[in-house]
């Protein structure tokens, strides 16, 4: 147990609000190195701090079996969420309080990959390839995070069998859920152009307002569909309405909003903005998507055994598959290999006074561990 919670202290300590460039990913090399991985760092975009071009810095690091032996691989990624305030003792110092580790990214998820690599030094490296595939980019933008390192695997010739993102997944305890896919996520700008005037003179104007309001009716009146065996429901919720009219007897020019979709995979991400733009035109608007992910499912079937046999042999529960929840860097790996989620409990990730179990990080380090020996046996 002192070794996996030294590891996550040190990764934790690390400042890396996303995008996460620097020490969080000498301290990743510094551990990985010494176990025989050959680690590769590399930086993706140029532009300006806080833009989306803004520079990331990824990792990938492997360490190979045997000619003809498996690839599995471990995902995830060291940038956090900024902190906020009121937390009980500095964000970035990690501190033990009882059975509980603070800190930024204790679950979110730094203790998970603490505990990766805490369970591949008990993995002999005869048993088969290991691989890390680290990002600063996964709570940001994610443009130039797991994508740049898939193109970068690609060109480099890894090829992973299966692969294991450490989300924190598990709802009330260690080991109750498992993520075996997610609803794809699009979301799409609304805008309404009309002609400024004097509210006493409409004649002379076109107010874009009643025009948005009513595309919106229509959105949200939709039913996108009942869900199915594997996924809920698809929804599409209304995130944004701006005028910025300062004024109480000028009817505006320009209405905009916007919606976001979390979409299961009876449809894509091209059909739902191709609907959401059909219907903005008939109210005379345009609709400006960005599709963030696509959904995607691992059927349940041996790799999910793998992790089911792992936790329940380390906690006596058995994980429910769920595709429950947001979108992670899954949505890109599954292009790659069979990806399945497994991780610590969720409760406080994103929140003030995130904490672990310590316990939880050392029993979660034997589970990893032995899903890697039975993947790549």
Known sequence: MTQVLDLAKRLMSAKSVTPATGSVFDEMEAMLAPLGFEVTRFTRGDG????????????FAIRKGPEGSKHFSFAGHLDVVPPGGGWASDAFEPEVRG???YGRGAVDMKGSIACMVDAVAAVPAEAGTISFIITGDEEGPALHGTRALID???????????C????????NRLGDMMKIGRRGSVNIWLEVEGTQGHVAYPHLADNPIPKLVAMLAELDALVLDEGNDWFQASNLEITDLEVGNQAHNVIPERAEARISI??????????LSEMVMAIAERHGGVAKPIISGEPFLTPPGEFSDIIANAVKAETGLDPEPSTTGGTSDARFLRAVCP?????????????????????DLSTLSRIYARIAKNALA
Do not use: Y
Not at 48 to 59: I, R
Not at 164 to 171: A, I, K, R, W, Y
Not at 262 to 271: I, L, Q, T
């Open 48 to 59: 300006a701090e806080g833009t989306p071009e803004a520079p990331v810095e990824n990792l």
């Open 99 to 101: 059975d509980l580790l």
């Open 152 to 162: 970068f695997m690609r060109e480099a010739g890894h090829q992973p069998d299966l």
């Open 164 to 171: 294991l993102v450490g989300e924190p997944t598990s709802v």
């Open 262 to 271: 979390r979409f299961n995979d009876e449809h894509s991400g091209a059909s």
């Open 339 to 359: 990806v399945i989620e497994f991780g610590l409990v969720n409760a406080t990730m994103h929140k003030r006074d995130e904490a672990v179990a310590i316990e």
